[in-house]
């Protein structure tokens, strides 16, 4: 289908900041001398997909543009979509489960006292939403840094109050891997030094791994999928995004796991001085993951009694 995107944006003042509104435009028209119009559409197949959906969504994409350049040069008068009552009611019953967070104007309410001024080193191992843990960080009133992962060497994060390890592709097995490996020493490293540690999926199956935990692939990924699952004593929903998962074996003295009681998946680990969140605490699909971040870095950042760090 080809290269087609672009940007559109509107930035306002207001006071003494600036608002920005952008939508995403994924709807080009190329337009030869020859008067020749080419509409390239596609369709994103993930595992819930129908293929008979898909193609209806290619024509949709394409009526768009063509409707534009063909259609009655005059607009007909119609209700806005807004103004519908069964759509409304379908919009904020979809949205009742999302993160709230990222639905709403932003401003410092999301600010946790104990977090500000601490500073947090986050390792990119190529997952864009890294940035997203970022702006979560910040709203929570922290000093956050991003590195890529091949720029992050064993002592990575030393000069910071905590280090996050976070999401990415990858076999979390595969050290053949540059950057997987780079993952594991880093881990490793950081848990050898009893330095604050947050882990995130990919980074949370590598550590589970060094932990002595068994990792493996599922018998199918989660591709943006909400779940409801136990996690210390709540029950939260959260959004998973993994091929890999480590299960529940003998756990190391001092390490507390979040596991899923049937199949033994285990979706946190926890001990003195770090954790680890197999979902993604950044997704929209995680309720209240700005929450569940916050009470991790703070209890990751609490002093660690003498005697309970766990060492690799």
């Not at 063509?66 to 069964?86: H, I, K, Q, V, W």
Request: aromatic share 6%; with cysteine; glycine share 10%.
């Amino acid at each position: 289908r080809g290269y087609y995107a672009g940007v559109a944006a509107l930035i306002e003042g207001q006071g003494d900041r600036l608002t920005v509104d952008a939508p995403i435009l994924i709807r080009t028209a190329y337009l030869e001398l020859d008067g020749t119009v080419r509409v390239p559409v596609g369709a994103t197949l993930v595992r819930h997909s129908v293929a008979g959906h898909e193609v209806a969504e290619t024509h949709a994409k394409a009526a768009g543009v063509l409707t534009a350049l063909a259609g009655e040069s005059r607009m007909r008068p119609s209700p806005s979509f807004a103004e519908d009552p069964a759509i409304a009611a379908a919009l904020t019953a979809r949205n009742r489960t999302l993160a709230p967070f990222w639905l709403r104007p932003q401003g410092a309410d999301a600010a946790r006292p104990a977090l500000a001024g601490r500073s947090v080193l986050i390792v990119d191992a190529e997952d864009r939403w890294t940035a997203m843990l970022a702006h979560l960080l910040r709203r929570l009133g922290m000093r956050a840094e991003v590195q890529r992962w091949d720029e992050a060497g064993p002592a990575a994060g030393d000069v910071y109050d905590l280090l996050l390890a976070g999401p990415g592709p990858g076999d979390p097995r595969d050290v053949a891997d540059p950057r997987i490996a780079r993952l594991h020493d880093v881990v490793r490293a950081r848990l050898a030094a009893q330095r604050p540690l947050l882990a995130v999926c990919l980074s949370h199956q590598v550590l589970a791994g060094q932990l002595g935990l068994p990792v493996g692939p599922l018998p199918r990924p989660y591709q943006g999928t909400q779940r409801p699952v136990p996690l210390f004593g709540r029950e939260t929903r959260v959004g998973f995004y993994n091929t890999y998962a480590a299960r529940l074996a003998d756990v190391p003295p001092g390490v507390e796991a979040a596991a899923q009681p049937d199949t033994g998946e285990v979706f946190a680990l926890r001990g003195a001085g770090f954790a680890s969140v197999q979902f993604h605490l950044e997704s929209i699909l995680s309720t209240v993951g700005i929450d569940l971040l916050a009470d991790l870095v703070t209890d990751v950042l609490a002093p660690v009694p003498d005697g309970r760090a766990v060492r690799t």
